[in-house]
């Protein structure tokens, strides 16, 4: 299959535009403005059923929904679209409702390694044996975009890519060889797996050289939005040489794929590329946000996890959705995310077991949700720090938090686990207790 992607104008063209209800429609004319959109042919013909629009879980990771915005700027950009004002003359408001939305990343300045004084560009550090890197090709542009996706100010900003990404290669080097606790890099974007394996191998190279680095990982969600990219491809010989190479000089690969609903996984050519991915011996890891309306039963999960446990890939965390802004219209309370991960669980083979969620998506902790607790008549959720930068405490520490029903929000973690946090500290909890 041809790659060919749509943005919100070319997408007009298209038959499925028609398929579209009037009122999906209008909200995508509206939204697609303002935020991010993309898609590909696969995710069109194989992916969406349109029989089952607007409801159809992939059709609702793809496209934009009202909930996105404020309702006011909804209704003054809905106002403003009605009178039949042009996108020219429009720009300036719908470029004002987007910078309300620009997500807050509170990646703190202790988190931006650098060298005699000069940042590393291009590198976060948070945790003390892991770095994420973004090279400036692979932080441009993914398969098709997520509807959830907080990196979306990436997306067509020139301006933010430089400002979070390097050009030359060899950037991270110094720092790493300065830094042998680190073990594990990160390379991530948008998605990495968009380049040519040749510019992939470029930017990985220098890294491999380095003898304190023992594992790369590759996160990415082409198998979901394009698994041609492991099958059919060009250079897709040439992309699975390079994960046997990386593995050839002693490194552990590890791709990081994201998938949030099991019909990601029902295609052939999806079941081929995992196939030929494993042949390398690259390990797969699944991880992916609990989201409202795509993937909010425990049925979801537990086909999720069954069919990635089926095709031999590892179930490894379930994420709460980053609370960055446009994003809380995704997330579910958090009292029914712990009651979808824990039923599903039962209902997975006993494989899935070590799948570790929900996780909070915080820039700073991994943030484990780990249950409910009953003090003296007072029900609180069990939070436990699963891992925290080098200079902050709280790693593996337990914190309350009061129990709500409906709560979507467990509040400034970062603050909860710092030291002068004064939440209930339990070091030692027994967690059998749970309600
Ligand atoms: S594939 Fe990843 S980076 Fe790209 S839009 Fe989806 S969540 Fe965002």
Same mark, same amino acid.
């Given at each position: 299959? $041809?790659?060919?992607?749509?943005?919100?104008?070319?997408?007009?063209?298209?038959?499925?535009?028609?398929?579209?209800?009037?009122?999906?429609?209008?909200?995508?004319?509206?939204?697609?403005?303002?935020?991010?959109?993309?898609?590909?042919?696969?995710?069109?013909?194989?992916?969406?059923?349109?029989?089952?629009?607007?409801?159809?879980?992939? !059709?609702?990771?793809?496209?934009?929904?009202?909930?996105?915005?404020?309702?006011?700027?909804?209704?003054?950009?809905?106002?403003?679209?009605?009178?039949?004002?042009?996108?020219?003359?429009?720009?300036?408001?719908?470029?004002?409702?987007?910078?309300?939305?620009?997500?807050?990343?509170?990646?703190?300045?202790?988190?931006?390694?650098?060298?005699? %004084?000069?940042?590393?560009?291009?590198?976060?550090?948070?945790?003390?044996?892991?770095?994420?890197?973004?090279?400036?090709? /692979?932080?441009?542009?993914?398969?098709?975009?997520?509807? !959830?996706?907080?990196?979306?100010? /990436?997306?067509?900003?020139?301006?933010?890519?430089?400002?979070?990404?390097?050009?030359?290669?060899?950037?991270?080097?110094?720092?790493?060889?300065?830094?042998?606790? =680190?073990?594990?890099?990160?390379?991530?974007?948008?998605?990495? *797996?968009?380049?040519?394996?040749?510019?992939?191998?470029?930017?990985?190279?220098?890294?491999?050289?380095?003898?304190?680095?023992?594992? =790369?990982? =590759?996160?990415?969600?082409?198998?979901?939005?394009?698994?041609?990219?492991?099958?059919?491809?060009?250079?897709?010989?040439?992309?699975? @040489?390079?994960?046997?190479?990386?593995?050839?000089?002693?490194?552990?690969?590890?791709?990081?794929?994201?998938?949030?609903?099991?019909?990601?996984? @029902?295609?052939?050519?999806?079941?081929? #590329?995992? $196939?030929? &991915?494993?042949?390398?011996?690259?390990? =797969?890891?699944?991880?992916?946000?609990?989201?409202?309306?795509?993937?909010?039963?425990?049925?979801?999960?537990?086909?999720?996890?069954?069919?990635?446990?089926?095709? %031999?890939?590892?179930?490894?965390?379930?994420?709460?959705?980053?609370?960055?802004?446009?994003?809380?219209?995704?997330?579910?309370?958090?009292?029914? #995310?712990?009651? &979808?991960?824990?039923?599903?669980?039962?209902?997975?083979?006993?494989?899935?077991?070590?799948?570790? %969620?929900?996780?909070?998506?915080?820039?700073?902790?991994?943030?484990?949700?780990?249950?409910?607790?009953?003090?003296?008549?007072?029900?609180?959720?069990?939070?436990?720090?699963?891992? #925290?930068?080098?200079?902050?405490?709280?790693?593996?520490?337990?914190? *309350?938090?009061?129990?709500?029903?409906?709560?979507?929000?467990?509040?400034?973690?970062?603050?909860?686990?710092?030291?002068?946090?004064? @939440?209930?500290?339990?070091?030692? *909890?027994? *967690?059998?207790?749970?309600?």
């Amino acid at each position: 299959m $041809k790659f060919i992607s749509y943005n919100n104008t070319s997408f007009k063209k298209t038959k499925y535009y028609l398929k579209l209800p009037d009122q999906e429609r209008e909200v995508f004319d509206i939204l697609s403005s303002v935020f991010h959109f993309k898609v590909n042919a696969y995710v069109l013909e194989y992916l969406i059923n349109w029989d089952a629009i607007p409801n159809d879980p992939i !059709y609702k990771l793809i496209f934009p929904r009202k909930e996105m915005l404020q309702p006011v700027d909804y209704k003054a950009l809905r106002l403003l679209y009605q009178s039949g004002l042009d996108d020219k003359t429009l720009m300036p408001f719908i470029q004002k409702v987007k910078k309300k939305m620009y997500p807050e990343v509170k990646h703190c300045e202790t988190s931006i390694p650098k060298i005699n %004084g000069v940042r590393v560009k291009g590198m976060y550090s948070n945790f003390e044996t892991i770095v994420s890197l973004f090279p400036d090709p /692979m932080a441009k542009t993914c398969h098709s975009y997520c509807s !959830y996706c907080f990196r979306w100010i /990436m997306f067509n900003n020139k301006e933010a890519q430089q400002n979070s990404s390097y050009k030359d290669p060899n950037e991270p080097v110094a720092f790493l060889k300065a830094h042998p606790e =680190i073990s594990d890099v990160l390379f991530t974007g948008a998605d990495p *797996l968009v380049l040519k394996a040749k510019t992939l191998q470029k930017y990985i190279d220098p890294v491999l050289d380095i003898d304190s680095v023992k594992v =790369i990982r =590759i996160s990415s969600k082409s198998l979901g939005w394009w698994p041609y990219r492991f099958t059919t491809d060009q250079d897709a010989d040439e992309l699975l @040489e390079l994960f046997r190479y990386i593995q050839s000089k002693g490194k552990h690969l590890n791709l990081c794929a994201h998938f949030t609903h099991v019909r990601e996984l @029902e295609n052939s050519v999806v079941k081929e #590329a995992i $196939k030929r &991915i494993r042949e390398t011996g690259t390990v =797969i890891r699944c991880q992916g946000p609990i989201v409202e309306g795509i993937n909010d039963t425990p049925e979801d999960w537990s086909a999720l996890w069954n069919a990635q446990i089926a095709h %031999g890939m590892v179930p490894y965390y379930m994420f709460i959705e980053a609370d960055h802004n446009s994003e809380s219209c995704f997330r579910i309370p958090l009292a029914k #995310a712990l009651q &979808i991960f824990q039923t599903a669980q039962k209902q997975t083979t006993g494989l899935a077991r070590t799948v570790r %969620g929900p996780v909070f998506m915080n820039d700073l902790h991994r943030t484990l949700l780990d249950g409910i607790i009953t003090i003296d008549g007072q029900q609180y959720f069990v939070l436990k720090s699963l891992q #925290a930068p080098p200079n902050m405490a709280g790693e593996g520490t337990i914190k *309350l938090i009061p129990y709500s029903e409906t709560t979507k929000d467990a509040g400034d973690l970062i603050a909860l686990f710092s030291k002068e946090s004064k @939440e209930e500290t339990l070091p030692v *909890l027994n *967690l059998n207790e749970t309600a």
